[in-house]
């Protein structure tokens, strides 16, 4: 299989690929999970609501919370919270716990879809 670059190697190229999490990656239906989990994390469009406002100037309407903000950080991969939410439960462990085993951990990178 080639390499997007010389100097870097796929993390399938790295692992045991008959490592047990390598295993449950491959067999896993992903594509299927995905479709059922992407309806809860869809955008919906949120009405807001009409706020009372009362400053020195009087009583103020205000909208609060009416859409979704383009600001902050894009989503992160339905897989990937997947596979960090199996991983977390599997192994009991903390949130800071997972993440620092994930950065270390390239099966786990593989298991959540990281190339």
Not at 10 to 19: A, V
Not at 23 to 33: D, N
Not at 82 to 97: Q, R, T
């Amino acid at each position: 299989m080639p390499t997007d670059d010389f100097f870097r190697a796929r993390l399938d190229q790295m692992i045991d690929l008959r490592h047990p999490l390598a295993v449950l990656a491959q067999r896993l239906p992903w594509a299927q999970i995905e479709a059922a989990l992407a309806p809860a994390f869809a955008h919906r469009p949120r009405p807001g609501k009409v706020l009372a406002d009362c400053d020195l100037f009087g009583t103020s309407l205000e909208l609060g919370g009416a859409a979704p903000s383009a600001a902050g950080r894009p989503r992160l991969p339905i897989r990937l919270m997947v596979a960090l939410l199996y991983l977390k439960h599997a192994f009991n462990l903390s949130d800071e716990e997972l993440v620092e085993r994930w950065s270390e951990n390239v099966i786990w990178q593989y298991f959540s879809g990281q190339d």
